[in-house]
């Protein structure tokens, strides 16, 4: 009878866990740059995390090459989530982060050694108020992946002629 109730108790306390677990939790940031300069995950640079910036780019760097290729830079997926079965909706591809944007100076979507050591002048020229540090709001400010996605239809300035008779009248 005892050990009945131990089990149930057991059961309970571990789905009283999982949910807890499903509760709490918000989506890990997916941009592995971000998550690796916020070393103490509070959605902030400081001015002595982006002064470590190149360190801990570096810690991304799997093969010890020094520079950072796109396989190293690519998100991981969100830990303990099983793999979908489903082939119809491939998971889309996140936008390069501003971070990204900032320290890529040649655009390749990999970080060279040069672009890794600029790493915290780079970050700094996201620091919008000067203050050193990158905060909450101005990280915010950051992820606007759509703004640059601009364009679209629109009419030639200036407008065309107006409608008339075609040149060359009849007699
Ligand atoms: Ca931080
Ligand atoms: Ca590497
Ligand atoms: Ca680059
Ligand atoms: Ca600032």
Redesign the pocket.
């Known amino acids: 009878m005892k050990t009945k109730t131990l089990i149930s108790t057991l059961i309970l306390g571990l789905s009283a866990c999982a949910i807890a677990q499903a509760q709490e939790g918000p989506p890990p940031p997916p941009d592995p740059i971000a998550r690796a300069l916020d070393k103490n995950g509070d959605g902030e640079l400081s001015a002595r995390e982006i002064k470590n910036a190149e360190r801990q780019l570096l810690k991304l760097d799997e093969d010890r090459d020094d520079a950072l290729s796109e396989e190293e830079l690519k998100p991981e997926p969100p830990q303990g989530a099983e793999k979908p079965d489903n082939n119809q909706n491939p998971p889309p591809v996140p936008p390069p982060s501003a971070f990204m944007m900032a320290l890529d100076k040649d655009g390749d979507g990999t970080l060279s050694e040069a672009e890794i050591a600029n790493a915290p002048t780079e970050i700094l020229t996201l620091?919008?108020?000067?203050?050193?540090?990158?905060?909450n709001t101005?990280a915010e400010s950051l992820r606007i992946p759509d703004e640059e996605m601009g364009g679209g239809m629109e009419g030639p300035p200036g407008g065309g002629r107006p409608p008339g008779p075609p040149p060359g009248g009849r007699r």
Do not use: P, S
Not at 127 to 135: H, S, V
């Open positions: 620091d919008k108020d000067g203050n050193g540090e990158i905060d101005e």
